[in-house]
């Protein structure tokens, strides 16, 4: 059996994530999806708590037609060191076999530590973004289109509107990896 790691925020979850999911299935027999900077909610870049971005994909997911015997979703904090960050991961996750991402330093650190690293596939990166979510939640655009049916009635119910609107835009050291 093999194994995916996707990693990401999600912050929120949207359309793109689910259909690079699928696409990541198509290659392996199951999914991690681990939900990146998982101590942080309630800022600009951040607004959604670790367990509130696990409803929010789950709910895309089954959406989606995914089997979620399929997939696995695991909160993983940052560490900030890193040097450690793979073998840290590694200590939130159920073993997995490759990894899938498109950022360089996730990349470079996952192949320096042996494992084979796959670019996640995109999938219409310029309209789905969930830094443009959360643009539109703050500007009250329409932002429904751009997540499944069940993750956009989440959102309404946890008001993802109102909590962005009150947080506020981010500052440009927020854009700073």
Not at 69 to 82: F, M, S
Not at 114 to 131: D, I, W
Not at 144 to 154: D, T
Request: net charge negative; proline share 6%.
């Amino acid at each position: 059996m093999i194994r995916g790691l996707f990693l990401g925020k999600f912050q929120p979850f949207h359309i793109g994530h689910l259909e690079v999911a699928k696409i990541i299935l198509h290659e392996v027999d199951d999914i991690i999806l681990a939900i990146g900077s998982a101590q942080f909610s309630y800022t600009p870049e951040n607004p959604f708590t670790a367990g509130e971005r696990i409803e929010i994909a789950r709910r895309s997911l089954l959406d989606g037609g995914v089997d979620l015997r399929r997939c696995l979703i695991v909160p993983v904090p940052d560490v900030g060191t890193h040097s450690i960050w793979v073998s840290y991961v590694k200590t939130f996750c159920p073993k997995f076999d490759v990894v899938y991402s498109n950022n360089n330093l996730v990349r470079t650190l996952f192949m320096d530590a042996g494992y084979q690293v796959n670019p996640s596939p995109l999938f219409n990166r310029e309209l789905y973004s969930s830094a443009e979510i959360r643009r539109r939640m703050r500007e009250n655009m329409d932002w429904r289109s751009l997540v499944s049916e069940s993750a956009a009635v989440y959102l309404g119910e946890i008001d993802a509107e109102s909590r962005l609107s009150k947080i506020g835009a981010p500052t440009q050291e927020e854009h700073t990896p």
